[in-house]
């Protein structure tokens, strides 16, 4: 179970035993006064009555049938109707949960549409992921993280970046959000994917670098030292991932190790961090890096080279 109730409940307890409708009726206080503050006019009863629940599920379901220009549009008003939502005094995930379920349903669109939607998630993620009120910030932040680990069971091609920009917000949020839960969390979330998808991780290690490189200079020693924990582990166990895909992902790799070693928060991480400089120059005089355009044939991707490996 996530830190919220589910859909449709007002996320604080409530301790008079009452329960939410949603527009429709049996609405207390509190929900009268939130929908005042955001100058909302429910629906007509008439108008939700010819409603029923599967047909509101309808809309939802075939939002993948829309059209490119449909799709994106439906996409804009729905982040705003959940931020609305959760500006309330009584603050609801509902729509928060269908942004979730309408990624997942249109993730198989062509680049070119999915980027447009994207564009439009990644800042709705980003606005929401720093909430102030930290359990809506953590909801979100995990439906982040469901949405990443689904996206990175497609893999990607050579060449590609979608990983990476799918993964932006992590880092934006990582930087901007005042609460160590959030920044916490997202170093777990981290985590988690390395563990879950190591193998169709590819442009994606770049926005998880950045995210380790942020933490380094976090001013809690616990985020620092979890950070520390996770690359060590990803480059005792997967170096081999961060290596086959982009010399790039190596260099960001190095860098990241450099800003732990500028850590005022902990010595200990300091020191180890220098030692892992050395296993990665070690790894790199050892020619351990392997062939980085072999991935690119290997895919049948055109590129430009300038001569033989």
């Not at 979330?189 to 994606?204: D, F, H, N, P, T």
Request: charged share 20%.
């Amino acid at each position: 179970g996530g830190p919220l109730e589910p859909p449709g409940t007002p996320l604080s307890a409530r301790s008079d035993g009452g329960s939410s409708h949603g527009y429709g009726g049996g609405m207390d206080e509190s929900d009268k006064l939130a929908l005042h503050e955001l100058d909302i006019i429910p629906p007509p009863l008439i108008v939700l009555e010819q409603l029923s629940p599967d047909e509101l599920a309808r809309i939802y379901h075939m939002s993948d049938q829309l059209d490119g220009e449909a799709v994106v549009a439906f996409v804009r008003c729905l982040c705003l109707v959940s931020k609305e939502e959760t500006a309330a005094r009584s603050p609801r995930v509902y729509s928060l949960t269908k942004l979730v379920e309408i990624a997942h349903l249109n993730m198989n669109r062509i680049r070119l549409v999915w980027s447009r939607i994207w564009t439009v998630l990644a800042d709705f993620f980003v606005t929401s992921g720093c909430h102030p009120n930290l359990q809506v910030a953590m909801y979100v932040v995990d439906s982040l993280r469901q949405l990443a680990m689904k996206f990175l069971e497609r893999g990607e091609l050579a060449n590609y970046s979608f990983q990476n920009d799918f993964l932006r917000p992590f880092v934006v949020v990582m930087r901007q959000s005042p609460s160590t839960e959030i920044r916490e969390l997202i170093i777990r979330c981290m985590s988690q994917m390395v563990l879950a998808r190591v193998g169709s991780i590819k442009s994606g290690w770049k926005s998880m670098f950045q995210v380790f490189t942020t933490a380094a200079s976090d001013n809690n020693r616990g985020i620092v030292v979890l950070a520390f924990e996770t690359i060590e582990r990803i480059i005792r166990e997967h170096f081999v991932h961060i290596t086959e895909t982009d010399a790039t992902t190596f260099t960001d790799c190095v860098n990241c190790l450099i800003a732990f070693t500028n850590s005022d928060c902990s010595p200990d991480v300091s020191l180890n961090a220098i030692a892992f400089l050395r296993f990665c120059a070690l790894k790199l005089a050892e020619g351990a890096l392997g062939n980085l355009e072999a991935p690119a044939r290997d895919e049948g991707q055109l590129q430009l080279e300038g001569g033989g490996a």
